[in-house]
């Protein structure tokens, strides 16, 4: 291959995303390719999608067996796979049914639509929902509406009414902000926040906010787009708690990198919608159906779940022990997470990290300015985890020293 050189800006594509000068040519397994050929380890899996990595040898012929038969046909029609995976994630959450999309703001869309038709079908005409600070829900109006990060919403106000919001793991702040409200009709947030800077949701808090909204009649809405999947060694992270949401919204690692979202509903929200109220072209189309019931067919026969739980356990070990001086000094304020869903908080703003790991052959994020985040591919062994600390360790190491 003989590339062009990446360009700063690319002219014709709009401006939207601050991008590493790197184009990825191809992957095998937890490692991808640049166009200049240099390798590098992927601790990132395209923001926590590529559950099964690059090139997975059973995915790649099934989805090309299905492009060859039919790629797209439309909801005018039945698409078997819809049932198939359908019952699928039914099974796997303890729920009832489930809607189709593409992506992970659609899921969450059709959540806050669940949630308000299930206000008004109780006569509550104007329908609020409790949302969480930090919590990253999405990019259109109503799911960055319900974003608690200032800097999203900035810029595209006025925002959709209809949310309240309240800090996380706080059940004295929950219910003081719902305190004699009637027309609170659900609460929404991540198992394990995402962008936020992975700030997992306490175990006691998910079970007492479970209880209040039975004793309350609201649902319970955990948008599952970023830590479900078996991300972090359980399908999905609340089931840690025993509990079960009654809407659950899916995308990122549902299809291992074919645009898919899913909302999966518990009986309260399951007969909410009828036809007419809900829809979208590309949902459930043949192709993302197959991607996802190969995802999950896969996930099984390999024992995914057991190896999120192992790899994630061997790799924040193996982060403690290289970072225990920043630990105790405070450089590195906290080492957190589930699984393969791990985020290093340091003291300091740190995103030149991204570069300084890819010039090093590492890809990570870091995001909410200070928390690298490592969400790879769920195949990750441990000498792939190891390797990881090995490349970054010593990076915060010298971005600490030099920024003491
Ligand atoms: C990524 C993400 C979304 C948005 O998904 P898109 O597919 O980018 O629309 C929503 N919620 C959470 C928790 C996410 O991590």
């Known amino acids: 291959m003989n590339p062009e050189p990446i360009q700063a800006a690319s002219p014709h594509v709009m401006n939207t995303y601050g991008r590493l000068p790197i184009a990825l040519s191809h992957g095998q397994g937890c490692h991808v390719w640049d166009m200049n050929g240099k390798v590098y380890l992927d601790a990132l899996g395209g923001i926590a999608v590529n559950t099964l990595g690059h090139n997975h040898p059973k995915l790649v012929p099934a989805l090309q067996d299905q492009i060859a038969k039919i790629i797209h046909s439309c909801n005018y029609y039945h698409v078997p796979n819809q049932e198939t995976l359908a019952k699928k994630l039914v099974e796997l959450s303890g729920m009832r049914n489930v809607f189709f999309c593409s992506t992970g703001l659609e899921a969450n869309e059709a959540a806050l639509k669940l949630a308000r038709k299930f206000g008004h079908d109780k006569g509550i005409a104007r329908p609020e929902i409790?949302?969480?600070?930090?919590?990253?829900?999405?990019?259109?109006?109503?799911?960055?509406?319900?974003?608690?990060?200032?800097?999203?919403q900035a810029g595209f106000e006025p925002l959709v009414e209809g949310f309240i919001r309240v800090p996380i793991n706080n059940v004295a702040s929950l219910k003081t902000a719902t305190q004699d409200n009637p027309n609170v009709v659900a609460v929404f947030f991540e198992a394990i926040q995402g962008e936020g800077g992975v700030n997992p949701m306490h175990m006691d808090y998910l079970r007492e906010v479970r209880q209040l909204c039975d004793e309350n009649d609201w649902l319970l809405m955990i948008d599952e787009v970023q830590c479900g999947m078996g991300r972090t060694g359980k399908w999905f992270a609340h089931q840690w708690a025993g509990i079960v949401p009654d809407v659950m919204p899916l995308a990122k690692g549902l299809g291992s990198g074919v645009p898919i979202g899913a909302v999966v509903a518990g009986p309260k929200a399951a007969n909410i919608f009828q036809p007419?109220?809900?829809?979208?072209?590309?949902?459930?189309?043949?192709?993302?159906?197959?991607a996802g019931v190969e995802t999950i067919r896969i996930m099984?026969?390999?024992?995914?779940?057991?190896?999120?739980?192992?790899?994630?356990?061997?790799?924040c070990q193996a982060l403690q022990t290289a970072l225990a001086a920043e630990l105790t000094n405070g450089s590195v304020k906290e080492i957190r997470g589930m699984g393969l869903m791990i985020g290093i908080e340091l003291a300091k703003p740190c995103s030149i990290l991204t570069q300084q790991c890819a010039d090093n052959g590492l890809l990570i994020s870091v995001t909410a300015d200070t928390v690298v985040r490592l969400v790879p591919?769920?195949?990750?062994?441990?000498?792939?985890?190891?390797?990881?600390?090995?490349?970054l360790c010593p990076l915060i190491r010298t971005f600490l020293e030099e920024n003491a």
């Open 377 to 391: 591919p769920l195949i990750m062994s441990c000498t792939e985890a190891d390797d990881v600390a090995r490349i």
């Open 300 to 315: 099984e026969e390999e024992g995914l779940l057991e190896n999120a739980t192992r790899v994630g356990a061997h790799l």
């Open 130 to 152: 409790v949302v969480y600070e930090k919590a990253f829900h999405g990019r259109s109006i109503a799911t960055l509406s319900a974003t608690g990060n200032p800097k999203i």
């Open 276 to 290: 007419g109220n809900h829809g979208t072209t590309f949902g459930g189309n043949p192709l993302a159906m197959r």
